[in-house]
């Protein structure tokens, strides 16, 4: 869990994905022993820790060791001796992930950062899991009654007597055809052969351009897929440590607005200069900032009890 914590399927096509499909099948199964299904359900809490916006980490981004990580690590580590220890491991957690904010700590939704030199894919977000869905058909038994059951056997026998009829009056005048009529289907016979050839032909011809319409196709796709190496994040925005070299800050342009004070900082708290202060702006809000708060009715204090003497 601590070693693909941070990892994608995308930088690791084979391992994520089994190791994933690995702890969540021994993690639900009922026929594993308690404690192979206890550390399944550890490492797949762990792979998934802070929605996958975080990674446990001794060391801040100044390279200096974060003391609550090191305690963090050290009581989780003695788990085994008691179980809440376990929830330690979160002190050992830092969030990944790029907020840029201005001088007044406000967060403007227009600034983005590019991702550029790698497909968008390679730093993506797992497939969120679906439940598989279970239809379950309930069919209502229907009461029959014998009176329906002798009406409709008698219905039957009146179907297959009249189809009787008419499959022997088939029957003759297929077996006794007129001379005339031979002598036409003999005639037709070899042209319907002969216009055969042509047909199977034209199939042959049309699978082949079906097939290279297929591989026109495909060359398409594959080209799309080199050309798209660059993707836009809007703040806030997920930003591995593995994606770190990656990231590059917009500084230069018309429509530049904000630049960061210091560009080499690619992830974390990133403060912006503000170059056109005077333009308009919109910022994210959160939703406690967005509801109007309602103006509290005044409670009345509740009467205060009447005197009374204590006897006891």
């Known amino acids: 869990?601590?070693?693909?914590?941070?990892?994608?399927?995308?930088?690791?096509?084979?391992g994520v994905k089994k190791a994933r499909e690995t702890c969540l099948k021994v993690a639900g199964s009922k026929y594993e022993d308690v404690m192979t299904r206890f550390g399944a359900i550890l490492s797949t809490g762990l792979m998934n820790a802070g929605g996958r916006n975080?990674?446990?980490?001794?060391?801040?981004k100044s390279g200096s060791l974060r003391q609550e990580a090191a305690a963090g690590f050290c009581l989780f580590a003695q788990l085994w001796y008691w179980f809440p220890l376990i929830h330690c491991v979160s002190l050992t957690l830092k969030p990944t992930g790029l907020i840029a904010l201005t001088?007044?700590?406000?967060?403007?939704?227009?600034?983005?950062?590019?991702?550029?030199?790698?497909?968008?894919?390679?730093?993506?977000?797992?497939?969120?899991?679906?439940?598989?869905?279970?239809?379950?058909?309930?069919?209502?038994?229907?009461?029959?009654?014998?009176?329906?059951?002798?009406?409709?056997?008698?219905?039957?026998?009146?179907?297959?007597?009249?189809t009787g009829g008419d499959t022997e009056m088939k029957a003759a005048e297929v077996a006794a055809p007129s001379g005339g009529d031979t002598e036409m289907a003999d005639a037709s016979a070899p042209s319907?052969?002969?216009?055969?050839?042509?047909?199977?032909?034209?199939?042959?011809?049309?699978?082949?351009?079906a097939a290279g319409v297929v591989g026109e196709k495909e060359g398409e796709k594959k080209e799309?897929?080199?050309?798209?190496?660059?993707?836009?994040?809007?703040?806030?925005?997920?930003?591995?440590?593995?994606q770190e070299k990656y990231i590059q800050h917009v500084l230069t342009g018309d429509k530049v607005r904000y630049v960061p004070v210091f560009p080499q900082r690619k992830s974390g708290i990133v403060v912006l200069r503000d170059m056109k202060p005077g333009e308009p702006e919109t910022y994210i809000t959160s939703e406690k900032e967005t509801k109007k708060e309602e103006p509290k009715k005044e409670e009345k204090e509740p009467?205060?009890?009447?005197?009374?003497?204590?006897s006891g």
Not at 1 to 14: D, F, K, Q, R, S
Not at 192 to 205: G, N
Not at 224 to 242: F, G, S
Not at 303 to 310: C, L
Request: hydrophobic share 35%; glycine share 4%.
């Open 224 to 242: 799309k897929k080199k050309k798209i190496r660059e993707e836009e994040l809007k703040n806030p925005c997920r930003v591995l440590p593995a």
């Open 192 to 209: 319907a052969t002969v216009s055969l050839v042509p047909t199977v032909m034209e199939v042959e011809s049309g699978v082949s351009t």
């Open 103 to 162: 001088g007044d700590l406000k967060i403007p939704s227009s600034y983005s950062v590019k991702c550029v030199g790698v497909d968008p894919s390679h730093f993506a977000y797992p497939s969120v899991l679906e439940k598989e869905k279970k239809e379950e058909k309930t069919k209502a038994a229907t009461a029959v009654l014998s009176t329906t059951k002798k009406r409709e056997a008698a219905i039957k026998k009146k179907e297959q007597k009249e």
């Open 54 to 60: 975080s990674v446990s980490s001794f060391y801040s």
């Open 303 to 310: 009467e205060a009890p009447e005197a009374f003497e204590w």
């Open 1 to 14: 869990g601590l070693v693909l914590m941070n990892a994608t399927e995308g930088m690791v096509p084979e």
